[in-house]
């Protein structure tokens, strides 16, 4: 059974930056996602940025070019770097493993403003 723990999120002034971390202990199915989400209050959960276990990334639009997704070599952190941060980023951040299963972590809250 994978377990993810979320660090790194906090309060941030506009403009300023945060690296989040996802730690992921047990077994990992050879072929796996990994992936980050945000939900902000009143809003449904979304898809940020997501990394394959072969590298392949993916991000949403609205953090494009903002954002980048990167895992350790050992392929047991998987870290999300968040620049240029806006207001509109402020939610709560979950990761997400998809193997055989999915499995999310207990979210990190991301906070944006002056």
């Known amino acids: 059974q994978v377990r993810l723990v979320e660090s790194g999120g906090g309060l941030v002034q506009p403009g300023g930056s945060l690296r989040l971390s996802c730690a992921a202990s047990?077994?990992?199915?050879?072929?796996?996602?990994m992936g980050w989400y945000r939900q902000a209050p009143g809003k449904q959960r979304e898809l940020v940025a997501q990394?394959?276990?072969?590298?392949?990334?993916n991000y949403a639009g609205s953090v494009q070019d903002r954002f980048t997704i990167s895992g350790d070599n050992a392929k047991t952190t998987v870290y999300l770097q968040m620049n240029s941060l806006k207001p509109e980023d402020t939610a709560v951040y979950f990761c997400k493993y998809t193997g055989l299963g999915t499995v999310w972590g207990q979210g990190t809250q991301v906070t944006v403003s002056s």
């Open positions: 047990g077994s990992k199915f050879a072929v796996y996602i």
């Open positions: 990394i394959t276990s072969r590298g392949t990334t």
